[in-house]
Nanobody, 125 residues
């Protein structure tokens, strides 16, 4: 199992940028597909972006395409989410997640193997 910890959340104005980072430990990081999810109170957790083990395949939810970029550095055991042109509707708790199969992150038909603790992102108007 891999342990995950997010950082980089905070308060930013509309149109601003934040870069979230997720540090992994406890297992072979490069064996896992990685994802960023977000959740607003009272709503279901949704996938924002996912990246396969090598970083060559990415997936984004429609609402963030062209604004967010997911990347990973297997040498440093990290995965990042660069968020540009932020909007108030991006406000949520953002979670890092890991699973052996990228399809699990995207489809969500099985429990995801590992989760971080979450980091708050607040976009003010």
């Amino acid at each position: 199992q891999v342990q995950l910890r997010e950082s980089g959340g905070g308060l930013v104005q509309t149109g601003g940028s934040l870069r979230l980072s997720c540090a992994a430990s406890g297992d072979t990081f490069s064996s896992y597909a990685m994802g960023w999810f977000r959740q607003v109170p009272g709503e279901e957790r949704e996938l924002v972006a996912a990246i396969n083990w090598s970083g060559q395949t990415t997936h984004y939810t429609d609402s963030v395409k062209g604004r967010f970029t997911i990347s990973r550095d297997n040498a440093k055991n990290t995965v990042d989410l660069q968020m540009n042109s932020l909007k108030p509707e991006d406000t949520a708790v953002y979670y890092c997640a890991a699973d052996r199969l990228m399809s699990i992150l995207i489809v969500g038909d099985e429990p995801i193997e590992s989760w971080g603790q979450g980091t708050q992102v607040t976009v003010s108007s």
